[in-house]
């Protein structure tokens, strides 16, 4: 299935449809995975795909939706082995 990468995405994140935003996108780019909020405020993203596709969506998380600021996304390898949801899923 490509490579996958896990993203946690930290500034105002929360509460500003962020979740929306990166579901549409990765749907768009037919990635597997899930985007899901965590307790520290941070958003975690979890994308596997193309080489491409997942270079198309970190564009996008350091862009994000209208009224979030990105203040940073931390990126690492996910094995290949886990099974994500697809289509891409919110959690």
Request: aromatic fraction near 8%; proline fraction near 3%; hydrophobic fraction near 40%.
């Amino acid at each position: 299935m490509g490579h996958g990468y896990r993203y946690v995405v930290a500034g105002r994140v929360q509460g500003v449809g962020f979740r929306w935003f990166v579901w549409r996108e990765a749907q768009r780019l037919e990635l597997a995975g899930y985007v899901s909020n965590l307790g520290d405020g941070t958003v975690e993203v979890v994308a596997q795909g193309t080489e491409e596709a997942l270079g198309t969506l970190e564009t996008a998380l350091l862009r994000g939706p209208l009224g979030a600021r990105v203040d940073g996304v931390d990126k690492s390898v996910v094995s290949h082995e886990i099974a994500l949801p697809k289509p891409f899923d919110i959690k």
